[in-house]
C-alpha cells in the first residue's frame, strides 16, 4: 500500500516540477492575480448562501446557488490546480516529501488557514445568535441552507492555505542562463 502512495506523490511531484504553466504562475503578481479570483470564487459561494437565507424554499434560491456554485467551483478548480504548480505542491504533497524550507512553509499556509477558519466559524455563530434574537430564542434554519453550508465551509477549508501560501511566497530566484 505504502509503495503505492509513494508513486502517486513522487508522479504528482514530476508533473509539478516540469509544468511549463509552472513559468507562467511563479511570479509574485500573476499568483496574487490568482489568489483573488479564487477569493472572488469562494465570495460568491458564500454570497449563494446569502440567496438561499433570502429567497429559500423555492426555485429561485436553488437554482441561483447552483448557478453560483458552479461558477465559483470552475474557478476554483482552475485556480487550485494553478497555484498547486506556482508553489510547487507545498500544500498538495504530503510533509514527509518536503524539504525544510518548504515544509516551514506548508506549517505556516495551514497555521494561518486555520486562524482564519476560526474567525470565519465565529462569524457564522454570531450571525446565528443575531439572527435567532427576537421574541423566541429559537433559530428557524432553511434545511436548504445546510448542505450548501457544508459544502461551502470544506471549500473554504481545503484552498485557504493555498491561498494563503500563494499570497505570501516571494518571488522565485531567476534563472541561471
Known amino acids: 500500500m505504502r509503495d503505492w502512495i509513494d508513486r502517486r506523490v513522487r508522479r504528482r ?8 504553466a509552472c513559468r507562467v504562475w511563479t511570479g509574485r503578481r ?4 490568482l489568489v483573488l479570483a479564487g477569493g472572488a470564487a469562494l465570495l460568491m459561494l458564500w454570497a449563494g448562501l446569502a440567496v438561499i437565507v433570502r429567497f429559500a424554499p423555492s426555485d429561485l434560491a436553488r437554482d441561483a446557488y447552483l448557478s453560483m456554485g458552479a461558477v465559483a467551483m470552475t474557478v476554483l478548480v482552475l485556480v487550485y490546480g494553478w497555484l498547486t504548480l506556482a508553489t ?3 500544500t498538495a504533497v504530503p510533509a514527509q516529501y518536503l524539504d525544510e524550507r518548504q515544509r516551514g512553509e506548508q506549517h505556516r499556509a495551514y497555521a494561518g488557514a486555520h486562524s482564519l ?3 470565519v466559524l ?14 423566541r430564542l429559537t433559530l428557524n434554519v432553511p434545511t436548504a441552507l445546510l448542505l450548501p453550508l457544508a459544502f461551502t465551509l470544506l471549500a473554504t477549508h481545503y484552498t485557504l492555505p493555498l491561498l494563503l501560501e500563494s ?3 516571494p518571488d522565485p530566484p531567476p534563472d541561471e542562463d
Do not use: K
Request: aromatic share 6%; glycine share 6%.
Open 167 to 169: 499570497w505570501r511566497l
Open 13 to 20: 511531484l514530476d508533473v509539478i516540477e516540469n509544468s511549463p
Open 30 to 33: 500573476n499568483r496574487r492575480l
Open 88 to 90: 510547487r505542491g507545498v
Open 122 to 135: 465565529v462569524l457564522l455563530a454570531v450571525l446565528a445568535a443575531l439572527w435567532s434574537m427576537g421574541d
Open 117 to 119: 477558519t476560526t474567525v
